[in-house]
């Protein structure tokens, strides 16, 4: 279902300005945050293709992961990774990502900008981008670039959101926690860069992953995050099967009803429909945020029982996501191939495989819903 932004929450839900209620179903794509400063595929296909691509395997929406090098470099793309753009050679990385930004908003699509990481690089290690500042930039600076792409983006509704930074953790500078109040505080971050940016765009949906490696929004509960506007806040946790789950075992490993209580237990329980299992333990809030799970994925040699399982969680608890990645091709300054994407050799065809008719089922599953008046 498309909907026009802009967007606000209610009861748990990301709602239009008539009280439509609008799930997320996103895919990432990457690029702006790795070596090359530019989304992949440019080289393969024009950016209007991609953009109708996207959209016609059924996404209303798109994570568009950036660094904080990206915006600073005024460097002219590599022209060898534009060969299907000519109209984008010789200009720079934000002035890409503006075009990136524009052409989805033409094609119809949701744009959600994260900040992915500080350096030009492929996250998520024990590194300088474990959190939003470092040896590299300062926590002034690091608002400060939200600032510009903020106010760039101010003219276009389709950008809808800010992921404010992606899977903080444990790093060379230290740990994040949640309220400790001290330099490390990502509670304390989010809260002070979510209001700062709604004074420049209060129609923007601030969204906050949860701490080491966006797997735990426990606290969230407890010390929530206060915004001036509290109806633009969204929360963002992460999945894939090998995060750690019940007993020490992955979430991969799970029985569903397992998997239902761990997710439940980190983060579900902040969202429209809580646990369905009375009998657990598991802390209620007195008002519901919406969920957005900004990566989930799978490689096409996987077992489907997880991403089956997670797909059903998804619909029964009514959640927004964005599947990892988009993305074909060698990842960036590698010569490792990204198998998890969607996409042909050439982007201009969905891979059909397991995956991909799994995301279409759950996407066409939740539209129905939206149809029978369920939302």
């Given at each position: 279902?498309?909907?026009?932004?802009?967007?606000?929450?209610?009861?748990?839900?990301?709602?239009?300005?008539?009280?439509?209620?609008?799930?997320?179903?996103?895919?990432?794509?990457?690029?702006?945050?790795?070596?090359?400063?530019?989304?992949?595929?440019?080289?393969?296909?024009?950016?209007?293709?991609?953009?109708?691509?996207?959209?016609?395997?059924?996404?209303?929406?798109?994570?568009?992961?950036?660094?904080?090098?990206?915006?600073?470099?005024?460097?002219?793309?590599?022209?060898?990774?534009?060969?299907?753009?000519?109209?984008?050679?010789?200009?720079?990385?934000?002035?890409?990502?503006?075009?990136?930004?524009?052409?989805?908003?033409t094609e119809g699509l949701l744009t959600i900008l994260n900040n992915h990481t500080t350096t030009s690089m492929w996250c998520c290690n024990y590194?300088?981008?474990?959190?939003?500042?470092?040896?590299?930039?300062?926590?002034?600076?690091?608002?400060?670039?939200?600032?510009?792409?903020?106010?760039?983006?101010?003219?276009?509704?389709?950008?809808?959101?800010?992921?404010?930074?992606?899977?903080?953790?444990?790093?060379?500078?230290?740990?994040?926690?949640?309220?400790?109040?001290?330099?490390?505080?990502?509670?304390?971050?989010?809260?002070?860069?979510?209001?700062?940016?709604?004074?420049?765009?209060?129609?923007?949906?601030?969204?906050?992953?949860?701490?080491?490696?966006?797997?735990?929004?426990?606290?969230?509960?407890?010390?929530?995050?206060?915004?001036?506007?509290?109806?633009?806040?969204?929360?963002?946790?992460?999945?894939?099967?090998?995060?750690?789950?019940?007993?020490?075992?992955?979430?991969?490993?799970?029985?569903?009803?397992?998997?239902?209580?761990?997710?439940?237990?980190?983060?579900?329980?902040?969202?429209?429909?809580?646990?369905?299992?009375?009998?657990?333990?598991?802390?209620?809030?007195?008002?519901?945020?919406?969920?957005?799970?900004?990566?989930?994925?799978?490689?096409?040699?996987?077992?489907?029982?997880?991403?089956?399982?997670?797909?059903?969680?998804?619909?029964?608890?009514?959640?927004?996501?964005?599947?990892?990645?988009?993305?074909?091709?060698?990842?960036?300054?590698?010569?490792?191939?990204?198998?998890?994407?969607?996409?042909?050799?050439?982007?201009?065809?969905?891979?059909?495989?397991?995956?991909?008719?799994?995301?279409?089922?759950?996407?066409?599953?939740?539209?129905?819903?939206?149809?029978?008046?369920?939302?």
């Open positions: 279902m498309f909907l026009q932004p802009p967007f606000t929450t209610s009861d748990g839900y990301i709602v239009d300005h008539s009280g439509k209620r609008l799930l997320l179903q996103s895919v990432n794509w990457y690029g702006a945050s790795d070596a090359d400063n530019v989304v992949m595929g440019l080289d393969h296909n024009h950016i209007s293709a991609i953009a109708s691509l996207i959209r016609s395997i059924g996404f209303n929406s798109v994570r568009l992961p950036f660094s904080n090098q990206m915006i600073q470099e005024v460097e002219p793309i590599a022209s060898e990774k534009l060969t299907r753009n000519p109209q984008l050679k010789g200009k720079s990385p934000l002035t890409i990502l503006d075009v990136v930004v524009e052409t989805l908003a590194d300088d981008n474990a959190l939003w500042f470092g040896s590299k930039q300062t926590t002034k600076q690091w608002l400060e670039d939200w600032e510009i792409l903020v106010e760039r983006y101010k003219h276009i509704p389709q950008m809808i959101g800010v992921d404010l930074r992606n899977e903080v953790r444990a790093g060379p500078f230290g740990t994040a926690n949640w309220g400790k109040d001290d330099d490390f505080d990502w509670h304390r971050a989010a809260e002070v860069a979510g209001n700062h940016l709604l004074s420049i765009n209060p129609n923007l949906l601030i969204i906050v992953e949860g701490i080491n490696y966006s797997a735990d929004l426990r606290q969230a509960g407890i010390q929530p995050i206060r915004l001036t506007y509290p109806e633009q806040l969204v929360y963002s946790p992460h999945v894939y099967s090998w995060f750690g789950g019940l007993d020490g075992r992955s979430l991969g490993q799970l029985s569903y009803p397992e998997l239902c209580h761990s997710l439940d237990d980190a983060w579900g329980y902040l969202g429209p429909k809580a646990s369905q299992d009375n009998d657990k333990n598991i802390p209620i809030t007195n008002k519901p945020v919406p969920l957005w799970i900004s990566e989930m994925g799978a490689g096409p040699s996987d077992h489907p029982k997880f991403l089956a399982s997670l797909c059903r969680y998804i619909q029964e608890r009514e959640l927004s996501w964005a599947w990892w990645p988009l993305n074909t091709g060698k990842k960036p300054n590698s010569e490792e191939l990204e198998t998890w994407g969607l996409v042909n050799s050439d982007w201009n065809n969905p891979l059909e495989d397991w995956r991909l008719k799994l995301v279409q089922q759950l996407i066409d599953t939740q539209n129905r819903q939206f149809e029978k008046g369920i939302h």
